[in-house]
């Protein structure tokens, strides 16, 4: 069975960093793209960007180039989403999504709270 | 970047109805690369249509899609209590990937 587990939710203040994580299990975790989802409170979905776990290649949206990075470290399985700067507008609930395309498989979704 | 426009914002309808969801496009791209998803309150999304008319794993029969060019359409036939939720289409063709902004159907 495909399963995506991201981690648990976080609470931090402004200015300080941040990585989530995805874990991927029942599939071969380094032949499927991985994608990141934003979904601010009471807001539509964003497609943040995607990272290739095979050989790390890595695409953003260009609203979010720079303002994250994507990373997957494929022997544990595993994609990251990280900040090195939170601020309160990075209040929003992040989905990680199994496909560079349409997708099939989403994990239950991470909560990220900023605020001072 | 493509801008996906949903109509109508909210749909008010009761169960047996049919729902009807526009998706428009800011410019063409191959309706192979326009899926649907469906998201309830608390949950993520789950895919519904892919390739702008076929139907994901599990996915019952009244739920379809079409569409081509810049205009797309998600129609539930008759509607269940538990389709009253959130709509997003997502275009994949073109890079960023988008999502339009959703529609939600309500009980009326």
């Known amino acids: 069975e495909v399963q995506l587990v991201q981690s648990g939710a976080e609470v931090k203040k402004p200015g300080e960093s941040l990585k989530i994580s995805c874990k991927g299990s029942g599939y071969t975790f380094s032949n499927y793209w991985i994608a990141w989802v934003r979904q601010m409170p009471g807001k539509g979905l964003e497609w943040m960007g995607i990272i290739y776990p095979g050989d790390s290649d890595t695409r953003y949206s260009p609203s979010f180039q720079g303002q994250v990075t994507i990373s997957a470290d494929k022997s544990i399985t595993t994609a990251y989403l990280q900040w090195s700067s939170l601020k309160a507008s990075d209040t929003a609930m992040y989905y990680c999504?199994?496909?560079?395309?349409?997708?099939?498989?989403w994990g239950q979704g991470t909560l990220v709270t900023v605020s001072s | 970047e493509i801008v996906l426009t949903q109509s109508p914002g909210t749909l008010s309808l009761s169960p047996g109805e049919r729902a009807t969801l526009s998706c428009r496009a800011s410019?063409?791209?191959?309706?192979?690369?326009l899926a649907w998803y469906q998201q309830k309150p608390g949950q993520a999304p789950r895919l519904l249509i892919y390739g702008a008319s076929s139907r994901a794993t599990g996915i019952p029969d009244r739920f379809s899609g079409s569409g081509s060019g810049t205009d797309f359409t998600l129609t539930i036939s008759r509607l269940e209590p538990e389709d009253f939720a959130v709509y997003y289409c997502q275009q994949y063709g073109d890079s960023p990937q988008t999502f339009g902004q959703g529609t939600k159907v309500e009980i009326k």
């Open positions: 410019q063409s791209f191959s309706s192979t690369y």
């Open positions: 999504a199994r496909g560079g395309t349409y997708s099939s498989y």
